[in-house]
């Protein structure tokens, strides 16, 4: 069982940044891909970013320039860089781990807003 706890969220003007880290609790073994998912009131949750166990990434074309996925293993951290925010990036972002013991089961964290002001 893998535990994600995310934090850095918050409000920031357009064209600020933040950073946004995930951490997670039991064996990053038992984790394959992580990644950031993003979802706004009325909307469904899309991919924001993601890291493969080897450290490929791929990022939505909305994104793509701005920001910036990392993992570290060792302490067990997904990181989220995101600069040159703006409006349409206000959502609730979410950090996912999939398992890399049983196919198809995801782990989730609750969830940090960010907000950006116009």
């Known amino acids: 069982q893998v535990q994600l706890v995310e934090s850095g969220g918050g409000l920031v003007q357009a064209g600020g940044s933040l950073r946004l880290s995930c951490v997670a609790s039991g064996s990053m073994l038992s984790v394959s891909g992580m990644g950031w998912y993003r979802q706004a009131p009325g909307k469904q949750r899309e991919l924001v970013a993601r890291?493969?166990?080897?450290?490929?990434?791929n990022y939505a074309d909305s994104v793509k320039g701005r920001f910036t996925i990392s993992r570290d293993n060792a302490k067990k951290t997904l990181s989220l860089q995101m600069n040159s925010l703006k409006p349409e990036d206000s959502a609730v972002y979410y950090c996912n781990a999939e398992s890399a013991l049983i196919v198809g089961v995801d782990y989730w964290g609750q969830g940090t807003q960010v907000t950006v002001s116009s």
């Open positions: 890291i493969s166990r080897g450290g490929s990434t």
